[in-house]
């Protein structure tokens, strides 16, 4: 399906082997007509003897996307990458930033490179993390939580051009039900002990809560059929980041789609905890879905 809204996309090249696998992508997709791709590439003064070599390499980007049919543009910028990234995202108002999860000196081991991390937590449009090696979309997975950020991202992701042939799953993960506990008076304190057999309410409460689980993710799959996306709904239980990762490494995910902020009591983190660790510890790309920030 392509999506009748031409979109404006900053693909942040830094010539590592994550960003290339980042234009790969975006070369697969098949983006509205109309769509502009800003290549932008960003040095510090200490790399001002190789702005030939930038451009040079920038050119050669640019030729990948107009070898697929896309109009692309570039810019060569001196300062802070996730600064210039952001500071240019906002300026041209564009709608989704594509990057490389790692630049080409980060640590050895490390998941998330520092300029991927800074740009995710503090844009404010969509952000795609990409990660190497790019072996194309064929397993979406859609975290769900009856946010309005997961909501966000669901009409997001039926929106985008997904692959047709693309595995779509919408996965909502229960928190694992907490054991009644009884306190009970020792020498000194008080000893708490765990019941393992739920009252008869506990059990009637759980299983509502998975009607609302099963409930929600029906929501979901609709909305994306609507959209002519095929999606499977995947209910889970436990801590929520860990299952999900799990399931990511155990079902060879290529993309988590997930909003920014989860149901979390702490309004003013513009980031969630989970959006975070999925950012940080998947092992597949993520496209961290952002509203309007709200001052």
């Known amino acids: 399906m ?49 702005i030939p070599e930038f451009e040079k390499s920038l050119q050669k980007t640019k030729q990948k996307f107009v070898n697929a049919g896309m109009q692309a543009e570039t810019d060569l910028i001196l300062g802070s990458p996730a600064e210039k990234i952001i500071e240019a995202a906002e300026t041209k108002k564009i709608d989704l930033i594509v990057m490389g999860a790692k630049g080409i000196r980060a640590t050895l081991g490390i998941l998330l490179g520092g300029v991927a991390q800074q740009v995710v937590e503090y844009s404010h449009c969509p952000v795609l993390v990409v990660r190497a090696p790019y072996q194309g979309l064929r397993r979406i997975l859609v975290v769900s939580d009856g946010s309005p950020a997961s909501q966000l991202a669901a009409r997001y992701l ?17 928190p694992p039900p907490e054991p009644p506990l009884l306190m009970e008076p020792v020498l000194g304190g008080w000893q708490t002990i765990y019941v393992p057999t739920p009252v008869e309410g506990e059990t009637a409460l759980l299983k509502k809560r998975e009607r609302n689980a099963q409930a929600l993710l029906k929501r979901t799959c609709d909305l994306f059929q609507r959209s002519g996306i095929l999606s499977a709904p995947v209910l889970a239980r436990g801590d929520a980041a860990t299952e999900i990762i799990n399931y990511v490494k155990d079902n060879s995910v290529d993309l988590i789609v997930a909003g920014s902020r989860g149901l979390s009591q702490f309004k003013g983190w513009w980031m969630g905890s989970v959006s975070r660790k999925l950012v940080h510890y998947s092992n597949c790309s993520v496209l961290i879905v952002k509203g309007p920030r709200k001052e």
């Not at 290339?20 to 960003?42: E, F, G, H, K, Y």
């Not at 039926?158 to 996965?171: G, L, T």
């Open 158 to 174: 039926s929106k985008f051009p997904v692959p047709e042939n693309a595995d779509v799953q919408v996965m909502h993960v229960m």
């Open 2 to 50: 392509i999506p009748s809204k031409r979109l404006k996309i900053l693909m942040a090249d830094d010539g590592s082997q994550h960003a290339q696998s980042a234009v790969d992508l975006l070369t697969n997709l098949s983006l509205p007509p109309r769509s502009r791709i800003l290549i932008l590439r960003v040095f510090s003064p200490g790399q001002i003897s190789g």
